[in-house]
């Protein structure tokens, strides 16, 4: 082996030894880089994992409500249809309307003034409630209103459908107005006003109505039949209440009146004993004042001159005092300073 091929593979050797050295220094240090940036996102992983977990719970707990929920909905679902399907009855309708008027006679503070009765199959021509006025007359309230027409476009299918529904409603109404009009329950009492009260037991009743047919009001009243919903009818059923106030006061006015009278009367007779037992005490206060001075100059000498010539006791005789204050007789009314009497108004 000659000493250049010596050298040259010693070079060659140094060469192969640096390059490995530096390839196992790169290797090194990318696994420490790699060593590095997975402990750096390992707690990002778990965050990453606790928030995943998280959400499906999350989504667990969305499924439960939404279960719940749906069977909640169905269950609602159910039972307005079976309140639809009760409301259409005579009978159960008829039973709900009772109940909200005596509802708001209760919000009124009307009870006392209201007599209610409850209908019966065979008798539809009675008022379902009778209002007391003031002065004794009475004022009937009917609360058997269709609702038929209402319910129908509550549950068409459509907008057509709906506005036949309604349109069917108002006619209904009209209908009931003119029934109720013809059934005069006003004339059944002797003092009533020539009017009685279609009581919906709802606003939307009435709104419906008229969207369809706007002059229902007019009509009605021109037909003495006042159609009320709950609102009106408390108003109205305040009036009342009010009038009634104002009935109470007038007849406390009265009987203020009667008592003062009589109050007046029994001072006047009062006053006059009072100033005859002060005439009487005056003649009584003279009587002594004269007894007082007889004992002064006839009896009290007689005693003394008794006394001075040893017939007696040796007790001095006593001395009655004189009352000197006179009596003070009371004025009459008449003479009293001051406004004239006014009579009571």
């Known amino acids: 082996m000659t000493v250049t091929t010596f050298l040259a593979g010693f ?6 030894g640096a390059v490995l050295t530096i390839l196992w220094t790169r290797a090194r240090s990318a696994a420490e880089e790699a060593r590095a940036a997975s402990d750096a996102t390992r707690p990002l992983a778990g965050t990453l994992e606790r928030i995943e977990a998280q959400m499906r719970e999350f989504e667990a707990q969305r499924q439960h409500m ?10 609602l679902s159910k039972d307005t249809v079976a309140l639809s399907q009760a ?10 309307g009772e109940l909200t008027l005596k509802r708001v006679a209760e919000l009124a503070g009307m009870v006392a003034y209201c007599d209610f009765y409850e209908q019966v199959s065979s008798d539809r021509h009675r008022p379902d409630m009778l209002v007391k ?15 038929n027409g209402y319910l129908e476009a509550e549950g068409a299918p459509d907008a057509a459908a709906r506005t036949a529904a309604l349109e069917r409603h108002a006619q209904q109404v009209l209908r009931h107005v ?37 002059d229902l009001l007019e009509v009605a009243l021109a037909r003495k039949v006042l159609i009320a919903t709950p609102v009106t009818l408390v108003s109205v059923l305040k009036g009342v209440a009010f009038g009634w106030r104002q009935d109470r006061l007038a007849k406390n006015a009265d009987e203020l009146r009667r008592i003062a009278g009589e109050f007046h009367e029994r001072v006047r007779t009062f006053g006059e004993a009072f100033m005859d037992s002060g005439r009487h005490l005056g003649r009584a206060v003279d009587a002594y004042n004269k007894s007082v001075a007889s004992w002064d100059a006839r009896m009290l000498p007689s005693l ?11 007790a001095e005789p006593p001395e009655p005092p004189r009352i000197g204050t006179g009596l003070r007789s009371p004025q009459p009314p008449e003479s009293i300073p001051g406004d004239e009497a006014r009579p009571l108004t």
């Open 66 to 75: 939404m279960g719940g929920l749906e069977a909640h909905l169905a269950s």
């Open 11 to 16: 070079v060659l050797a140094l060469a192969l």
């Open 87 to 96: 409301l259409r009855g005579t009978n159960a309708r008829g039973r709900w």
């Open 178 to 214: 003119s029934e109720l009009s013809a059934r005069e329950y006003w004339a059944q009492f002797d003092t009533a006003p020539e009017m009685v009260v279609l009581f919906l037991p709802g606003e939307h009743f009435l709104s419906a109505a008229l969207e369809h047919k706007p």
């Open 304 to 314: 003394k001159r008794m006394r001075e010539l040893g017939v007696g006791g040796t």
């Open 133 to 147: 006025l003031p002065g004794g007359r009475t004022l009937a309230v009917d609360a058997k209103a269709p609702l």
